[in-house]
């Protein structure tokens, strides 16, 4: 009973998104998932030891979050405070942009989500400036509704319905991402201005929107029209030995014996797990990339043909399968190297502290600056959304200039609207 007693008091107690649960808690049940790859880690022969990786991304993180809530530190106005007031004016101007670039695919057919041949190869500059109509929405949204705090059950139903509106604008075309961070960015700041989440609610949220996203990334490959070769799930034409393809053969049974849409729901973590685990077996034979993989995110808005960051992960994990018959990504598709394997391939481990230990920095002065100006504030929008990308990027990576720009108009933007003190 006392144990009992001891679980229920930290459930209603804790913090559920503060820098020192939220992201470290995501962090572990991610690769906790794909511990049930259902055989697909021994077909693939991911077997490099990812714990290491793990524990020195982790333990940096923590030490970071620790020192800067000591030392309570917080971003600066960077001599900005002028424009206190008026960062929301930015903010419409994007959401007309979206809106226009938007209903541009509609009007063209690009609508992501009748086949995963059309999602992949969206008009990149009307799909990069549409989703500023989210991303505005979401936080004038977020900002009216912490401003009109507490507010009415009208204003509630207001603003759930235009919420909804958006996030099937974001069904059509096919993409999880914003609607992740759509749903997570509003579950926070409801958290702190609203009414809190405990730890129970927390997990029960993540295991619906879990469950809904990998069933909706599973309707995608099981709706892929298979005439068009972009959507074929053929292997490479090797020449195999017959004991490697009878090996296959053993393996591929053992997976098939699980039903697709099982295999689905953990789908996500396991890829994870394997790419992690391939670009260390990578690394190990070519070495480290020191920094030219986070140069690609720059050097693709540059004129001429240009090999984006995710499309080398892709280059790189197949390249050490495909002699065996194996595709870890599909041929026209990018892989998502984790957050670890993104640091992992620039500079092993001392990658992996610096930059964990970089999130760990950004989230605590965040944090700092929402707890001293008030949970019903700007801050506490700017680090809802920033601590949801962060936790996506988990597994995608923090590969996008789209979100690494939302992610500076977030910092800046809430530096200069904090309204205590060093304002």
């Given amino acids: 009973m006392k144990r009992l007693g001891m679980l229920k008091k930290w459930n209603n107690e804790i913090d559920s998104f503060s820098p020192y649960f939220f992201f470290p808690f995501i962090l572990i049940l991610y690769f906790f998932v794909s511990l049930f790859d259902f055989g697909k880690i021994e077909y693939f022969e991911a077997d490099r030891n990812i714990l290491w990786a793990i524990l020195a991304g982790l333990l940096s993180y923590l030490a970071a979050v620790h020192l800067?809530?000591?030392?309570n530190w917080m971003f600066p106005s960077m001599g900005l405070a002028f424009l206190k007031g008026k960062t929301k004016y930015f903010l419409y101007v994007l959401g007309a942009v979206g809106l226009a670039s938007y209903v541009m695919m509609l009007a063209t057919g690009q609508i992501g989500i009748t086949d995963e041949s059309v999602r992949r190869h969206l008009d990149p500059k009307l799909n990069f400036f549409s989703s500023f109509l989210w991303f505005s929405v979401l936080f004038l949204l977020c900002d009216r509704a912490v401003r009109e705090h507490p507010l009415t059950k009208k204003q509630m139903r207001t603003y759930f319905v235009v919420l909804v509106i958006i996030l099937l604008l974001l069904v059509l075309m096919g993409y999880r991402t914003p609607i992740v961070v759509m749903c997570f960015t509003v579950l926070i700041v409801f958290h702190y201005t609203i009414r809190r989440i405990k730890l129970s609610w927390l997990l029960a949220f993540l295991f619906v929107v879990g469950l809904s996203l990998s069933l909706f990334g599973f309707f995608r490959v099981i709706t892929e029209d298979q005439t068009k070769e972009f959507n074929?799930?053929?292997?490479?034409?090797?020449?195999?030995?017959?004991?490697?393809?009878?090996?296959?053969?053993?393996?591929?049974?053992?997976?098939n014996e699980t039903p697709k849409w099982v295999r689905g729901l953990t789908e996500v973590s396991v890829t994870g797990r394997i790419v992690l685990s391939k670009l260390m077996e990578y690394t190990d034979k070519h070495g480290y990339m020191y920094g030219k993989l986070h140069e690609g995110i720059f050097s693709t808005v540059l004129p001429g043909e240009q090999l984006s960051p995710r499309m080398m992960i892709t280059e790189m994990v197949n390249s050490l399968t495909v002699d065996k018959g194996k595709y870890v990504t599909r041929p026209g598709r990018t892989t998502t190297p984790t957050l670890l394997g993104q640091f992992?391939?620039?500079?092993?481990?001392?990658?992996?502290?610096?930059?964990?230990?970089?999130?760990?920095?950004?989230?605590?002065?965040?944090?700092?600056?929402?707890?001293?100006?008030g949970f019903a504030s700007f801050q506490t929008i700017a680090y809802a959304f920033i601590t949801t990308i962060f936790m996506i990027s988990i597994h995608t990576g923090l590969l996008d200039l789209l979100f690494l720009l939302m992610i500076g108009y977030a910092i800046v933007s809430s530096a200069i609207e904090r309204t205590r003190a060093n304002t």
């Fill in 68 to 71: 800067v809530q000591k030392k």
């Fill in 232 to 255: 074929s799930h053929e292997g490479p034409n090797v020449e195999l030995s017959e004991e490697q393809a009878d090996k296959d053969a053993v393996l591929l049974r053992k997976i």
């Fill in 344 to 373: 992992y391939v620039e500079a092993g481990y001392w990658a992996i502290i610096i930059g964990f230990a970089l999130y760990g920095v950004i989230l605590s002065m965040l944090y700092n600056q929402m707890k001293q100006t």
